[in-house]
Structures are given as C-alpha cells and as structure tokens.
C-alpha cells in the first residue's frame, strides 16, 4: 500500500522559511517523479516543483524559482521542499504526490498517488 505523508507545514512570517518533508513508502519510488504542488482557498491546485529520483533532474513553477529548492533523500524515500522568503500569497495546503511520468510534469492529473496535504500559512 503506497502511502505519502506530508509533514513540515505551519505558520511563519512572511520573508521566513519552512522545509515540509514528504516520506514515501510502500513501493519502490526510483523510477517515479516527485512532485509538490499547493492549493489555495477557492482556487485550483497548482504545480510547485518536482523531481525525478533517477537523475535527479528538477523544474520548479516561476512563482517559487530562487525561493524554493525540492531534494531527495533516496536512503529515508523522503523528499523535500524548502521554502524561503515566504510571501503571503505562498498560503496553501501543500500536497505531495507520486507519479511514473515522462512528461506533464506540471499537471497534477498525471500523479497517481498523494499524500493528505499539510497547511502552510504565511502572515504579513
């Protein structure tokens, strides 16, 4: 039974940081690409960044490129975002997914699996 499980998510001054971790298991993962993406009160859930296990090779969304860097730890199946100089408008519930893909990164469609989501919330 695959399972993903956010952690990391909380409450932080705008301009601060956060890394939310996400720990992969029930499956082997090498050959999958993992993604974060978020979503907003009212609005649609968008792509933050991804990476590809094998390779490593990473894209971010141009909202979070400089502030954000996604990592892996292929030893602990967990991956990482960290966030920084954390903006408002970076307020969401932050999911991670899973997903055997070699294009449509950046659409959550193309992921099969996710984990429940963990609250960020970013005060002015």
């Known amino acids: 039974q695959v399972q993903l499980v956010e952690s990391g998510g909380g409450l932080v001054q705008a301009g601060g940081s956060l890394r939310l971790s996400c720990a992969a298991s029930g499956r082997t993962f090498s050959s999958y690409v993992m993604g974060w993406f978020r979503q907003a009160p009212g609005k649609e859930r968008e792509f933050v960044a991804a990476?590809?296990?094998?390779?490593?090779?990473?894209w971010y969304a141009d909202s979070v490129k400089g502030r954000f860097t996604i990592s892996g730890d292929n030893a602990k199946n967990t991956v990482y975002l960290q966030m920084n100089s954390l903006k408002p408008e970076d307020t969401a519930v932050y999911y991670c997914?899973?997903?055997?893909?070699?294009?449509?990164?950046?659409?959550?469609?193309?992921?099969?699996?996710w984990g429940q989501g963990t609250q960020v919330t970013v005060s002015s």
């Open positions: 997914a899973a997903g055997r893909l070699n294009n449509g990164i950046t659409y959550y469609g193309n992921y099969g699996y």
């Open positions: 990476i590809r296990w094998s390779g490593g090779s990473s």
